[in-house]
């Protein structure tokens, strides 16, 4: 793994910064949202009502 990741930063991280207008971020924190939290915590004797929106 340490060899991978000399290789990485030895010849790719080079190459992608001559090359910025090649790179794409893409944001990926949203896109699952089947796993919002289906626990929590509410007084005894009462039930939780909460909102996770488009989660099951």
């Known amino acids: 793994m340490a060899d991978l ?3 990485w930063i030895g010849k790719r991280q080079p ?3 001559r090359h910025l207008e090649r790179l ?3 944001d990926e ?3 699952k949202t089947n796993m ?3 626990t929590g915590w ?3 004797g009462q039930r939780l009502v909460d909102h996770a929106p488009f989660g099951h």
């Open 36 to 38: 919002a939290k289906t």
């Open 5 to 7: 990741r000399r290789i």
């Open 29 to 31: 924190t949203s896109v």
């Open 42 to 44: 509410a007084p005894r």
């Open 15 to 17: 190459f992608m910064g």
């Open 24 to 26: 794409a971020f893409v």
